[in-house]
């Protein structure tokens, strides 16, 4: 049990989370860098198309990284050294968060990808299962272009989702009666450097749809057409679900431990501002994982609602933690940043609840299918310099003094 006398982490621990924070920021990196390397600029097409993955995980990821060490340092050395049991207890559950991660990357890396397909194996593919004589050859590089393009120009993409669900329980017209669209599985430069989209038959499109789906889950299964980019993903992906898992783990013990955790009190103000930093990276995933699934039903349409359920499973995760520590977490320490985080938080539901799709709108528009390399190097820069903002405890200290007298008045 925790004794009355203040705690100093463990310098064994602290080495070993070090380490695995440093493996970590290499897993984060890697695929982005490894994308670069083998396309250069032409990579930022896409990246754009799996921000999730490519974008954010190299930038905001980062920020979470540094923001989440201390929480993870205080949990570890609270388990290790405090609680009986505790290094058992602390090694089980790492062991089975490294499994269920595993599995749940298998699952993660089984979904067909643009990002991890060769470039040369994208311009030209013939659309699979159709005679030679009677299927036109479209590029899905030509696709990704266009779309991009498209992007930039307009704000929001969502009207140009074609729904190809034929089950007749839902409630959405039929093929044949729903409006046509421009459908990027078939589109061609020309038709969008002329300012008009060329609308194509729902059904039509479909079909285009699925055939492009289906020759781009073939290029990524080919072990010869897969990209530097997209191996590093497979081989980093289960450490990238295993620190999401940990960090909403660990949030919630800490709420659960609150008593617990008296003899961290002089780390505890900074664990309290680095929990919600760490909780607000956390959020920006979702919307960029919400981007990415709109961009991914614009270019390949929308066959199944199935799509998206490990993006709902993580968005609940995350707003469940989130809810946690407001309720549990916060009521130890500075009363007026208690106070003031509530009516934060309060607000900021409202608006994620009330402007979601506009928020992911947003989000696709400026940080993933519309985002330009110069925008893509500030916000690389950014997230950085943020980092080390965050990893430095001098400037940390400075930065927290300030918010706390800001928050205080």
């Not at 050294?81 to 298998?106: C, D, E, M, N, Q």
């Not at 709109?294 to 993580?314: A, C, H, I, M, P």
């Not at 809810?323 to 934060?344: D, P, Q, W």
């Amino acid at each position: 049990m925790a004794g009355a006398t203040n705690a100093t982490p463990d310098k064994l621990i602290k080495l070993a989370l070090q380490i695995i924070f440093c493996g970590l920021a290499v897993a984060f990196v890697a695929p982005t860098a490894a994308l670069y390397y083998t396309d250069g600029l032409k990579s930022v097409d896409f990246m754009a198309l799996e921000p999730s993955q490519f974008i954010y995980f190299p930038t905001i990821g980062l920020i979470s990284l540094s923001a989440w060490f201390l929480p993870c340092l205080v949990f570890a050395d609270l388990y290790w050294t405090r609680l009986p049991f505790g290094k058992f207890r602390l090694l089980v559950t790492f062991l089975i968060g490294g499994i269920v991660a595993y599995f749940i990357s298998l699952y993660v890396n089984n979904e067909t990808s643009f990002a991890t397909v060769k470039l040369d194996s994208l311009r030209t593919i013939k659309v699979a299962d159709c005679a030679n004589t009677t299927c036109p050859e479209f590029s899905l590089a030509t696709s990704l272009d266009n779309l991009r393009h498209v992007s930039r120009h307009k704000v929001d993409l969502s009207a140009l989702v074609q729904d190809c669900m034929e089950d007749p329980f839902r409630l959405i017209r039929p093929l044949a009666e729903q409006k046509q669209k421009f459908c990027f599985a078939a589109s061609n430069i020309p038709s969008i450097a002329n300012n008009g989209l060329e609308n194509a038959e729902p059904a039509a499109c479909c079909k285009f749809q699925r055939r492009a789906s289906e020759s781009l889950r073939k290029l990524s299964e080919s072990d010869r057409t897969v990209s530097a980019g997209g191996l590093w993903l497979k081989f980093t992906m289960p450490f990238r679900v295993f620190f999401f898992g940990m960090m909403i783990l660990i949030t919630i013990h800490l709420g659960l431990r609150k008593k617990d955790l008296v003899p961290y009190a002089p780390y505890m103000q900074e664990v309290e501002i680095r929990v919600v930093v760490g909780l607000v990276t956390l959020a920006a995933f979702i919307a960029f994982g919400y981007a990415q699934l709109q961009t991914r039903e614009v270019l390949l349409g929308r066959f199944s609602e199935d799509d998206d359920v490990l993006l709902k499973f993580t968005s609940a995760a995350v707003l469940g933690a989130a809810g946690f520590v407001g309720l549990f977490f916060y009521n130890m320490h500075n009363r007026e940043i208690e106070k003031a985080g509530k009516i934060t938080g309060i607000i900021t539901s409202g608006i994620a609840y009330f402007k979601f799709d506009q928020i992911i709108v947003l989000t696709n528009k400026y940080f993933g299918s519309g985002i330009s390399p110069f925008a893509l190097i500030i916000l690389l820069f950014v997230s950085f310099l943020f980092s080390i903002l965050i990893i430095s405890t001098p400037a940390w200290r400075a930065i927290r003094a300030i918010s706390i007298r800001s928050l205080s008045r």
